[in-house]
């Protein structure tokens, strides 16, 4: 049973740039606007999955983003019975490898 009293601290962007200011002294405009570019290229790169290619993004090393291109598919509902044609799209996940993972429980 998981345990819901537990405090989650949540790091917003925000705070992760406040967090970045004080160990690099860059000022804050900077690593705003850095940051927003790594966003918008990630998501740019992603976008450009199709059926002949999948993408692949390394963030860290071990923290991957990938995109995979899915054909239309045709799905039953199953509780009316109808057909549902599902349209191509692209897939986003994430890994986390065993490398990162490691790296987090020193």
């Known amino acids: 049973m998981k345990n819901s009293n537990k405090n989650i601290e949540k790091i917003n962007q925000t705070k992760l740039i406040e967090k970045i200011c004080d160990v690099t002294a860059i ?19 992603l ?10 993004v390394k963030l860290f090393d071990g923290l991957i983003i990938e995109s995979k ?26 890994r986390i490898t065993r490398l990162f993972e490691k790296k987090i429980n020193q």
């Open 27 to 45: 000022p804050s405009n900077q690593i705003s606007t850095v940051l927003n570019c790594l966003e918008k290229n990630v998501s740019d790169i």
């Open 47 to 56: 976008s450009s999955a199709s059926q002949d290619r999948d993408v692949q």
């Open 69 to 94: 291109h899915s054909e239309p598919k045709t799905k039953r509902n199953n509780i009316t019975g109808e057909t549902i044609i599902v349209p191509e799209r692209l897939n986003v996940s994430g």
